[in-house]
């Protein structure tokens, strides 16, 4: 079962179980899986375009608690925290750091990058040989660390 089908069970059974925070957490994201769908009418998602949909969806969970919390708002910002913690429940994991470093140092020596100028070729290189398992900004501090060296 897909990341789309997994969703809209989930969705279900939140829904069965009067679980409020959740169903909302949920329907926000189905309606971005089905934002996506309309764009080509499209029946069904693949699981890497799910992946990308939940990645956006944390990133704009992550930037909204911040907000909330520099407005002096947190019951907000723990709301925001809530549905982020379902986000992730559908994402894959990450690299971990020891993986990400072996990834940036091949990608060194792949691209001839000689300092920090080349961060661009660097990540590039990184992000396109492993979309959706690397961490961008971890990458990207391990590269400048790399290339300063």
Same mark, same amino acid.
């Given at each position: 079962?897909?990341?789309?089908?997994?969703?809209?069970?989930?969705?279900?059974?939140?829904?069965? =179980?009067?679980?409020? !925070? /959740?169903?909302? %957490?949920? *329907? #926000?994201?189905? $309606?971005?899986?089905?934002?996506?769908?309309?764009?080509?009418?499209?029946?069904?998602?693949?699981?890497?375009?799910?992946?990308?949909?939940?990645?956006?969806?944390?990133?704009?969970?992550?930037?909204?608690?911040?907000?909330?919390?520099? =407005?002096?708002?947190? !019951? /907000?910002?723990? %709301?925001? *925290? #809530?549905?982020? $913690?379902?986000?992730?429940?559908?994402?894959?994991?990450?690299?971990?750091?020891?993986?990400?470093?072996?990834?940036?140092?091949?990608?060194?020596?792949?691209?001839?990058?000689?300092?920090?100028?080349?961060?661009?070729?660097?990540?590039? =290189?990184?992000?396109?040989?492993?979309?959706? %398992?690397?961490?961008?900004?971890? $990458?990207?501090?391990?590269?400048?660390?790399?290339?300063?060296?």
């Amino acid at each position: 079962m897909g990341i789309e089908q997994t969703v809209t069970a989930r969705l279900s059974e939140a829904m069965k =179980a009067r679980d409020s !925070e /959740r169903v909302t %957490a949920l *329907r #926000a994201i189905r $309606a971005a899986f089905l934002v996506e769908m309309k764009k080509d009418n499209a029946q069904t998602l693949s699981d890497e375009v799910c992946t990308e949909i939940l990645r956006r969806l944390c990133k704009q969970r992550r930037e909204s608690i911040e907000a909330f919390e520099a =407005a002096g708002r947190p !019951e /907000r910002a723990a %709301a925001e *925290r #809530a549905e982020l $913690a379902i986000v992730d429940e559908f994402l894959p994991a990450l690299a971990d750091e020891a993986t990400t470093r072996a990834w940036v140092r091949e990608a060194i020596a792949a691209s001839g990058a000689g300092g920090p100028g080349d961060l661009g070729r660097v990540m590039g =290189a990184v992000m396109k040989a492993h979309k959706g %398992a690397v961490d961008g900004p971890l $990458a990207r501090r391990l590269a400048e660390q790399l290339l300063a060296n």
